[in-house]
């Protein structure tokens, strides 16, 4: 894969990553003023079910992270060898 591809992918992991980390909070907000207690995970608005959002929002940001740290590394461990001759 080109360079310049790798580094638009792990740019656009980040951004990603960012975007579903201001989902949780967002879903967060919808989970304290859509609902009577704490506890309840159904929105009274919406009748969506919060919690299930919030966890699927986490897993996909970890996930987008967790994907561009190791690609990033990964094409840092590449270059490296490359520098030294």
């Known amino acids: 894969m080109d360079s310049s591809r790798v580094k638009w992918l792990i740019v656009l992991l980040y951004l990603a990553a960012l975007i579903t980390s201001f989902g949780v909070l967002n879903t967060m907000v919808s989970l304290k003023y859509e609902t ?37 590394l990964l094409r840092l461990w590449r270059l490296l060898p490359q520098q030294r001759r």
Do not use: M, P
């Open 36 to 72: 009577d207690h704490v506890s309840d995970c159904i929105s009274l608005v919406s009748g969506r079910d919060l919690c299930a959002a919030i966890q699927r929002y986490k897993t996909l940001s970890l996930l987008a992270f967790v994907s561009a740290t190791s690609l990033w």
